[in-house]
């Protein structure tokens, strides 16, 4: 479980989730401890791409419930091709400010998005910048 905001340098975005609790009712899975403004479920279709951008001061962490994310990202600025990390069922990985960052679905993907600041569509638009890490 993270409790703080990671730093932009040194870029590692797996997160390292702890174990579940578990007893005779079922497990509590900690994601993240953190304070936090947004939380959404996404759908990606097999072979489509999202982000592509960067946030100014925006942070989030995303939690694959099914299938799998290639995640591109790069610090931004840099002009090193991005690396790629591939985030399966049940991994978490974190995106920090000012990290040019991509995701491409190689199949049907269902993921939360832990954020921390508001979702809606005005203020997401006004903290991100768009760049192209990958095309289709």
């Known amino acids: 479980m993270i409790n703080k905001k990671k730093e ?12 579940p609790y578990t007893d005779e009712r079922g497990a509590i899975y900690p994601l993240v401890d953190a304070t936090m403004q947004s939380a959404v479920l996404i759908t990606s279709k097999k072979g ?16 694959v419930l099914e299938g799998i994310i290639e995640y591109y990202h790069r610090p931004h600025g840099s002009k090193d091709e991005p690396e790629c990390v591939m985030v399966k ?28 600041n508001p979702r809606d569509q005005e203020t997401y638009e006004a903290d991100i910048e768009r760049v192209e890490l990958i095309t289709s």
Request: hydrophobic share 35%; aromatic share 12%.
């Open 89 to 116: 069922k049940g991994e978490m990985m974190y995106t920090p400010p000012m990290v040019d960052h991509a995701m491409l679905f190689p199949e049907d993907t269902v993921f939360l998005t832990l954020g921390g």
């Open 8 to 19: 932009t340098t040194n870029i590692e975005p797996l997160v390292n989730l702890l174990p």
């Open 48 to 63: 489509s791409i999202r982000a592509n951008h960067y946030h100014k001061t925006d942070w989030h962490y995303c939690y």
